[in-house]
């Protein structure tokens, strides 16, 4: 089993640009979530999944929006990147609902380091 | 004030030595509690879940007080391997909002 995996590892960006963040997972959770981890500040829930083609906001979701078309994957996009959107972007998955109280381990996968030039 | 806090640290030991650490939250709604390991640029891990009761695997033992709104974790016998950022989570959940809570972390660096 590979886990939660995240594509791309690395990527630079202009202000402006646009992407997308893919996160998979083949642990067949139903819940999956967004992070993002900056310098001084702890991980910060973007959004999160409760099923397929189910998304909710977390505490930050200003500029990033997502779609969770198959249950596996988690997209994370960007539509017009900046500056303050360069940060270490998570993507995690949980048997239950970790906003929700649940006891339970997230699985995390390896992080996307994002640049915005 | 940040609703869960930590001593950033470092905290440098020597192999061998006992070390703590502490965490505030400040939300007295309904939680649930974790310490997760991050070691440098990878991602975190679970450590342990924290229960009310207290609960200990192997020279890791981590427990609650809920009148003081605080958790720790208390590490035995440091290795080496030890060395990590540790993250205290607090699940706050049953109000107006769910949320899930990410200390900044306590950097401990076991020494040789």
């Known amino acids: 089993n590979a886990g939660v995996t995240q594509t791309p590892k690395f990527r630079v960006l202009k202000t402006g640009q646009s992407m997308t963040l893919l996160c998979a997972q083949d642990?067949?959770?139903?819940?999956m979530y967004w992070y993002r981890q900056d310098p001084g500040m702890g991980l910060r829930l973007i959004h999160y999944?409760?099923?397929?083609?189910?998304?909710a906001k977390g505490e930050v979701p200003d500029g990033y929006n997502v779609s969770r078309l198959k249950k596996q994957n988690f997209l994370l996009g960007l539509e017009s990147a900046a500056p303050s959107q360069t940060s270490v972007y998570f993507c995690?998955?949980?048997?239950?609902?970790?906003?929700?109280?649940?006891?339970?381990?997230?699985?995390f996968g390896p992080g996307t380091r994002l640049t915005v030039l | 004030r940040k609703e869960v806090e930590q001593d950033p640290g470092p905290f440098n030991v020597p192999e061998g030595a006992t070390v703590a650490f502490n965490c505030t939250y400040s939300?007295?709604?309904?939680?649930?509690f974790f310490w997760y390991r991050q070691d440098c640029r990878k991602e975190p891990k679970l450590l342990m879940s924290v229960y009310s009761s207290g609960n200990e695997d192997g020279r890791f033992t981590a427990q609650l007080n809920r009148a003081s709104q605080y958790i720790s974790l208390l590490i035995r016998d440091s290795k080496l391997s030890d060395s990590a950022t540790y993250l205290c989570v607090v699940s706050f959940y049953g109000g107006a909002t769910n949320k899930l809570i990410f200390g900044t972390g306590t950097l401990l660096a076991v020494q040789p």
């Open positions: 642990m067949n959770h139903e819940y």
């Open positions: 999944s409760v099923g397929e083609g189910t998304t």
């Open positions: 939300n007295s709604a309904s939680q649930s």
């Open positions: 995690a998955s949980s048997y239950s609902l970790m906003v929700a109280g649940a006891q339970d381990e997230q699985f």
